[in-house]
């Protein structure tokens, strides 16, 4: 995210466009890390459906996903925690830079 008062240079990001990946990136926007099932029920996606998109944020560099023992349970599963990366809070900053054109008017600038 850009200092506050600096402006952003508008980068349309077709990986980001994507209703649901946007969506995924926007709620992370202003958290250091959300934890898979706190993504899925605020969006309301299935667990595949999120699962396919956070794969493709993380194969292009914009999320990080980690995988860590659930203290509060006794079963082998674990938590999955998607963190924005500095290239994907930057790349979202953009994106939302180039949508705010679009939406003034200047589709051919961003």
């Not at 299935?46 to 079963?75: C, F, I, M, Q, W």
């Not at 925690?81 to 679009?102: K, P, Q, Y």
């Amino acid at each position: 995210m850009a200092p506050q008062g600096m402006k952003v240079a508008p980068v349309f990001n077709p990986v980001i466009h994507s209703p649901v990946r946007l969506r995924v990136c926007a709620l992370m926007r202003k958290m250091p890390e959300l934890e898979f099932s706190v993504i899925r029920d605020t969006l309301e996606l299935t667990d595949a459906h999120l699962s396919k998109n956070l794969r493709v944020l993380s194969e292009v560099g914009l999320v990080t996903v980690r995988k860590e023992r659930s203290p509060s349970r006794t079963d082998s599963r674990r938590l999955t925690w998607v963190a924005l990366t500095d290239e994907g809070r930057s790349a979202l900053e953009a994106h939302l830079a180039a949508l705010a054109e679009i939406a003034e008017g200047n589709p051919g600038s961003a």
